[in-house]
């Protein structure tokens, strides 16, 4: 295509060349005869119309050679600057050739290791580095969709287990009592309504995208009501809940950002010790609602500051079963603010305790 542009930039630029030129020989024929004109005088001692008629040839015959010395170098310059561009693009187009070889040979197994082009071409090796960081942020995104597809299948099977074991050691006894029916039935429940707590929110997590973010959110508001639902669970508990934020409203889903400011204090309520508080502060920063919860739990190791927000990770394991938890709050909360241009993360507190900071884009 290149080699093709080439000739036929060289093709209309003779051709251009070539009527100009004619243009101003016809110009010059023209001048030649007003100058000398025709004369059938008999006392003219010059042969004037013989003079004419040989400068009109030889100008005719000009023209002429013009044309085909025009056609020949343009053939000529066509055909030697094509083959010249079509080896200088392919020398330069190979580590193209390179790189595609390389792009079949991948796979989902072998994402993380890097392609390496050899040229100097700054383009190229810009699209090389792209390419390697695309495929750093897409192996990620398979190992975590690998890890939480694990998680799901285990957090799933595992109440599925124990109602199976427990109906069939049932089953290979002779005489059952009223009260194993009555234990069966308990565990049953029990089991049932874990498995529903998990399955209700890994549907959430997968209809987030499909929500619309239309609301007018006045954060103090919907703080009201989130400690006016929790007032019942904090005064089981005995934790004291203040609250203390400024007049900022966002532009959002009411619903999502409700959940997700409830998931954290719910948190903060049921893992608190008993007596404990919890300080909700809400606040801008930027071009961001801040929500900060401050509470006296037991304090996570910020070695965990990012593991808290993956899905069925769980600091204390045999805590959140002992309340129900199944290891998708945080990582629901984390997807409810990336929906809305935020972030959440464990901020790091002297003695106990422990911060949280929702981060929320303001309209």
Known sequence: MTAVLVSSACIVLSLFINANATFKMDELENMVVTII?????????VDLPNINNNILFEIES??????????VFTVVISFISSCVTYITVGISLRPLEEFNEKLEEMTVRNLSEKIT???SIAEIE??????????????????????????????????LASIRTRIEVLNKSGNISEQEYKDLLAMI??????????TDVLLQMVELNSIEK?????LEDLLDELVCDLDLAATKKKVRISQKSENISILGNYTLVYR?????????????VEG?????????????????????????????????FEAFFRVDKSRSRKYGGAGLGLALVKEIAMKHDGDVKLVEKEGEGNIMKLSLGIK
């Not at 004109?37 to 001692?45: G, I, K, L, N, R």
């Not at 000009?62 to 056609?71: L, M």
């Not at 997700?260 to 608190?272: F, M, P, Q, S």
């Open 37 to 45: 004109p025709y004369s059938d005088s008999a006392t003219s001692t």
């Open 62 to 71: 000009a023209q002429n050679r013009f044309r085909i010395e025009t056609v």
């Open 117 to 119: 082009l050899n040229t």
């Open 126 to 159: 810009r699209l090389g580095v792209s390419f390697n960081k695309m495929a750093e942020r897409i192996n990620e995104s398979f190992l975590a969709q690998k890890r939480f597809s694990a998680s799901a299948a285990h957090e799933m099977r595992t109440p």
């Open 189 to 198: 429940e029990s089991q049932t309504t874990r498995l529903s707590n998990v």
């Open 214 to 218: 239309k609301d007018n959110i006045v």
């Open 260 to 272: 997700a400011i409830y998931n954290l204090i719910e948190n903060a309520i049921k893992y608190n």
């Open 276 to 308: 404990g508080s919890i300080d909700i502060e809400i606040k801008k920063e930027g071009n961001k609602a801040a929500v900060y919860i401050t509470d006296t739990c037991s304090k996570i190791p910020m070695e965990y500051e990012d593991k808290i």
